[in-house]
């Protein structure tokens, strides 16, 4: 029998599974149906793989510029934190989209701020969460996300494709993050996404290189977009990217430790 270490990503799971088993005792799924559907009138999808593809095809940096306010490997990034100015800052200075933590327990995160953020902003958002569950993909659309994440390292299969089929139902874009050659097997086969993000940090070990990127790319078919996800710090790092024809960045920390996220945005990428 193979023993499971318990990684943090591991523990991440475990509690998600809790907290949202605590959920679906508050919110019926029905009553999530009913907010998303609502959603779809008052708060429509707004675009995400668009938006990025628009910015590539103008010979741009497509950056989704993220909204953290801790994480379990750095800890508190930020501390004054407000997720509607830190998205006015961002799209001022360029961001294609946004990316907003959601989960509590392990990242400082909440719904509001996601709904914070998009209401402050014209910006397509995505739900940055651990999506082990539909009920978290409804409640996605019900606070209004314009795309989901899925995780391969915690999904088989069966679920990748169900979670991305109901995703697209409800209008939202999916990214698809992988960090190593089976998961990138799993995503392409299991999932239509054309956003697919190669995370350089391993959710198990934090370890972190940018080299993932460049081994993972190969495999990736022409017609995805490759979004390189975390560890971008220095100016070079995204001049080594762009040498590399990946022109989609997902960057979260160097922002987050600015005092002014978008001022640094700007600064790495312009
Ligand atoms: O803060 P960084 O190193 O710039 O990374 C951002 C983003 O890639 C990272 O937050 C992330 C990538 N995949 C995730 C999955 C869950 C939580 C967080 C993440």
């Known amino acids: 029998m193979q023993v499971e270490i318990p990684t943090i990503l591991r523990k991440i799971v475990a509690r998600k599974f809790e907290e949202i088993e605590a959920r679906k005792g508050q919110t019926s799924y029905a009553n999530l149906e009913v907010a998303a559907s609502v959603a779809n009138v008052h708060n429509a ?3 995400f793989a668009q938006a990025l593809r628009n ?3 103008a010979g741009k940096a497509g950056v989704i510029a993220e909204i953290k306010k801790a994480s379990p490997s750095k800890g508190v990034l930020r501390e004054s934190f407000s997720p509607a100015q830190i998205a006015r800052s961002y799209e001022q200075h360029g961001a294609a989209c946004l990316s907003v933590l959601t ?4 990242f400082m995160g909440h719904e509001d701020y996601l709904v914070e953020a998009r209401n402050a902003c014209k910006l397509p958002v995505i739900r940055k969460d651990f999506m082990v569950d539909e009920y978290q993909i409804m409640e996605a659309r019900a606070i209004g996300a314009d795309c989901i994440l899925l995780i391969a390292a915690c999904l088989d299969g069966a679920q990748l494709k169900a979670f991305d089929a109901l995703a697209r139902e409800l209008g939202m874009d999916v990214l698809v993050e992988v960090h190593n050659k089976a998961e990138l097997d799993l995503a392409l086969e299991h999932t239509q996404t054309e956003l697919l993000g190669i995370n350089n940090r391993d959710l198990h070990t934090f370890d972190l290189s940018l080299d993932h990127t460049f081994e993972l790319m190969k495999g990736v078919p022409d017609d995805r977009l490759i979004v390189t996800e975390s560890g971008i710090h220095t100016r070079d790092d995204v001049a080594l990217m762009r040498k590399n024809e990946i022109h989609a960045f997902l960057v ?4 987050m430790k600015a005092q002014n996220p978008g001022e640094k945005l700007a600064e790495l990428f312009e």
């Open 252 to 255: 979260g920390e160097a922002f």
């Open 103 to 106: 989960d509590q327990d392990f």
């Open 55 to 57: 910015k590539v095809a």
């Open 45 to 47: 999808p707004r675009g």
